[in-house]
């Protein structure tokens, strides 16, 4: 309760907040909140992959964008020519929209009742690493090449051309 | 808080906020930001149906979030290059500066 309370408030601070900066660290609160959520729900390796890889690197890379790109106008209102109350009213429509599903729809899924948490052993790293090299070895090694495309193309993209063309 | 429907119910107020915050932002970065907060959401989706589901021992859920976080990573990366590249030509980040096609 108190790890969904800190999820989802660091979140909304991250899509409320004016100052970008502080929007990147409520941002960094919200996906450690996730990541304990993780935790608890027994997933280990998802969530200390989760605190690698969004606290550690995507809000460092954030970070460091909004100091490339900083200028005056990033502290300016954050009002846009969508307006502000028409997005949150979306937002809140799909929010009860998918609540009354879920919570019409989870009736059926009481009556059997669901394994309790406490028979979970917990996966163990070996057997994830076990099913990656088996049975899902293949999109392990498209991940691969995924990963790497995006690393070239993240660098060939952001990479300053104007001295080339002079 | 430890029903499915706990969580469905909190990932998906996640992904409303995630929502919210792609489409009123106006600076780019707080917009790439907010498509990263939803498909965290749908992370949470994955462990959840893994976590209470009928085969927990199958451990698809966990394969299927940790595919789904690398690609978000490869997403983030190459979306925050995209928008140093935007900057560098526009020499801002607000989306509603970006108006033209040409530059």
């Known amino acids: 309760m108190i790890l969904a ?10 899509m409320g907040l004016r100052n970008a900066v502080h929007c990147v660290l409520a941002l960094t609160l919200g996906f450690a909140g996730i990541a304990m959520l993780y935790l608890q729900l027994g997933a280990q390796f998802v969530g200390f992959t989760q605190i690698l890889v969004y606290v550690g690197a995507v809000a460092i890379l954030a970070v460091f964008a909004i100091m490339m ?6 502290v300016a209102p954050p009002t846009s020519s969508f307006p502000w109350l028409l997005g949150v009213v979306i937002a809140s429509a799909v929010f009860a929209v998918l609540a009354r599903a879920i919570i019409s729809s989870a009736a ?10 406490v028979p979970q052993p917990g996966v ?12 899902f070895v293949l999109p392990l090694e ?3 090449l995924l990963l790497t495309a995006a690393l070239i193309g993240a660098v060939v993209i952001a990479m300053d051309r104007r001295e080339e063309g002079e | 808080m430890n029903s499915l429907q706990n969580y469905l119910l909190l990932s998906s107020l996640l992904f409303s906020i995630g929502l919210a915050g792609a489409l009123t932002r106006r600076n780019a ?17 994955f462990i959840a149906f893994w976590r209470y589901g009928p085969a927990p021992a199958a451990l698809t859920g966990i394969m299927f979030t940790i595919f789904s976080i690398s690609i978000a990573a490869a997403e983030a990366a190459v979306g925050l290059s995209i928008i140093l590249a935007a900057y560098r030509h526009c020499r801002t980040t607000d989306l509603d500066q970006m108006n033209s096609l040409k530059g």
Not at chain 2, 34 to 39: N, R, S
């Open chain 1, 142 to 144: 498209i991940m691969g």
């Open chain 1, 5 to 14: 309370v800190l999820a989802v408030a660091g979140t909304a601070a991250a």
């Open chain 1, 108 to 117: 059926p899924a009481q009556g059997q009742p669901p394994q309790p948490a």
């Open chain 1, 69 to 74: 790109t900083h200028n005056d106008q990033s």
């Open chain 2, 29 to 45: 970065i707080l917009v790439l930001i907010g498509i990263e907060l939803m498909l965290n959401a749908a992370n949470l989706n």
């Open chain 1, 124 to 135: 163990t790293v070996l057997q994830i690493g076990d099913a990656l090299m088996h049975h």
